[in-house]
């Protein structure tokens, strides 16, 4: 064996509603890719086609041998208009729900992935004041009709990219850019966020059930100094951490608020998370208060540095600070032609394996290529090959191995020869 895995470590795969689903009219990003907005020109209305190719994509996974699945429900099928709630989107995801069980994947249920319906986006989505009531008024919903089928929920993925992207750059729907927006989201977000964690624990209880596990999905990075002796570039380095994303993870996951998360009303010190949900895809080397990519390293196809010891040197420091297992929720790469996306499995789960940490379950971004929000279907983080004009489904090699790991424990010497020797980084 070239590879063994870490005893108990689980293995599965991550999407959202939005980026496979296709169909959906009703929904911000519907409108930001039907108004031109996307850099391919294409739309998220026909993505992977999955609302209607649900069962033959659970197949597959369920052949793959896929043991844990994170995906996500679309608030504007459920509730297409304020307070008027679809019976038939609630039976569809039952269904699904369901049959995935019945395969025997273990389902991980994400309430919000930067979709939302489009009344709730106009009247100002998480910057209003209503947005907390309104958001756990669905979350009340969502835990009516599928409570007894999971136990397992993420509130909310990556308040940080959401905010940061749709409300202080402006480059994701609704084009925002105000520092007064980002800080009133990040608040009623966090807000969001306990609330929901205390309401699932407290419903789930009351229908007799004691093993309902909540958190969020958190997006981390390193942020490293340009020139690690810099004292400006290592402030900088630190701030930019805090702002991005220190400051949200304390505050979604001890209720403890400071700038700039403020602290709404409800919200209470305490512990609002059962395990540590990471996304982990890069490192930014900044000299400044922005992102960065530093010089002559290996890159993805959308520029992004590989940099694996990252996500252990994340899990060790979470971990001692918040003492939680780790749960990788998303991690993966954009590589548009299946060339290096194996050792990039390979290197990252080896280290997983391999090193002192407490991650006990992956989710790899993503299952088939989807919907990259503002990069449309240019951008393939698939282990399964999605072709956008037949929707046919292809195993690509890296998923080959995924499935083959999944099955050996482990990367056998065959798997090796086969899918990571020839499969190259690039600079
Ligand atoms: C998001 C996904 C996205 C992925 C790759 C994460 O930030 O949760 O929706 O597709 O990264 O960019």
């Given amino acids: 064996m070239k590879l063994t895995l870490k005893k108990d470590l689980l293995l599965g795969v991550a999407t959202a509603s939005a980026q496979i689903e296709g169909g959906d009219k009703n929904h911000n990003w519907a409108r930001f890719s039907e108004d031109g907005k996307i850099a391919d020109g294409s739309s998220i209305l026909r993505a992977d086609d999955h609302y209607n190719r649900w069962r033959e994509d659970i197949d597959l996974m369920a052949e793959m041998g896929i043991q844990i699945y994170r995906f996500g429900i679309e608030w504007s099928r459920i509730e297409p208009e304020r307070g008027v709630i679809s019976k038939n989107a609630i039976e569809h995801y039952r269904e699904e729900i369901s049959y995935m069980k019945a395969k025997g994947i273990l389902p991980l249920l994400t309430i919000h992935h930067f979709t939302h319906p489009l009344w709730f986006e106009d009247m100002g989505g998480f910057t209003s004041k209503e947005s907390v009531d309104i958001f756990m008024d669905y979350v009340k919903v969502v835990i009516d009709s599928f409570g007894d089928l999971v136990n397992e929920y993420i509130t909310i993925n990556e308040p940080n990219v ?13 084009e925002k850019k105000s520092l007064s927006a980002l800080v009133k989201a990040f608040s009623n977000m966090t ?18 059930y004691d093993d309902t596990k909540v958190s969020f999905a958190n997006h981390l990075r390193i942020f490293a100094p340009k020139k690690e002796k810099n004292v400006i570039h290592k402030i900088c380095a630190k701030l930019t951490d805090w702002l991005f994303q220190g400051a949200i993870t304390r505050a979604m996951m001890t209720g403890k608020c400071a700038f700039p998360v403020m602290r709404r ?9 059962d395990f540590i949900g990471v996304n982990y895809y890069s490192r930014s080397t900044v000299s400044g208060i922005a992102d960065g990519v530093r010089e002559n390293c290996y890159k993805n196809d959308l520029g992004w540095e590989i940099y694996h010891e990252g996500l252990i040197e994340l899990a ?20 548009n032609y ?18 002192e940490n407490e991650i006990v379950r992956y989710y790899h971004w993503s299952f088939t290529d989807n919907f990259e929000w503002k990069e449309g279907e240019s951008a393939r983080f ?17 998923g080959k191995l995924y499935s083959s790991i999944i099955g050996n424990g482990g990367v056998t010497d065959e798997a090796y020869a086969e899918f990571v020797e020839p499969s190259v980084y690039k600079k």
């Avoid at 807000?191 to 009351?206: F, W």
């Avoid at 060790?316 to 749960?327: D, E, H, R, V």
């Avoid at 399964?384 to 690509?396: C, F, G």
């Fill in 162 to 174: 959401y905010c940061t992207n749709s409300l202080f750059y402006g480059t994701w729907p609704p």
């Fill in 191 to 208: 807000a969001c966020h306990v609330k929901a964690y205390e309401y699932i624990h407290q419903k789930r209880r009351e229908m007799g």
């Fill in 265 to 273: 009303k409800g919200v209470k010190k305490g512990r609002y998370y």
């Fill in 316 to 335: 060790q420091k979470l971990y001692k600070k918040y003492n939680a297992p780790i749960w990788v929720t998303e991690n993966g790469t954009c590589d």
């Fill in 338 to 355: 299946d060339k290096f996306r194996a050792r990039f499995i390979y290197d990252q789960l080896k280290l997983i394996s391999e090193t």
């Fill in 382 to 398: 698939g282990i399964v090959h999605i072709d956008y004009e037949t929707q046919k489904r292809t195993v690509k090699n890296s």
